[in-house]
């Protein structure tokens, strides 16, 4: 799990999060998402965050990550006010 504010900003990240992807948890705190999971969805109209603040109430996605371990790892994300 992972929190992030109407500014961009990262506020809380779970254990389990941490866990599977680069970088950690005490280096992301604080920054702004798109710094952080930096993809093309960023800045455009179809921004998660962006979606959600513009009243959509759940969106889905499938997305590929390098872990901690630097293994491809396939997640399933979904994102809601």
């Known amino acids: 799990m992972c929190v992030i504010d109407k500014d961009f900003n990262i506020l809380r990240v779970n254990e389990a999060y941490s866990y599977l992807l680069n970088p950690p948890r005490e280096k992301i705190l604080g920054k ?7 993809n093309q969805l960023c800045h455009t109209d179809n921004c998660v965050l962006r979606r959600i ?6 969106v889905e996605f499938c997305v590929v990550k390098e872990s901690a371990t630097g293994d491809q790892i396939y997640l ?6």
């Open 53 to 58: 603040l513009g009243g959509e109430e759940r």
């Open 76 to 81: 399933a994300l979904t994102a809601t006010p």
């Open 32 to 38: 702004k998402c798109y710094e952080v999971f930096k």
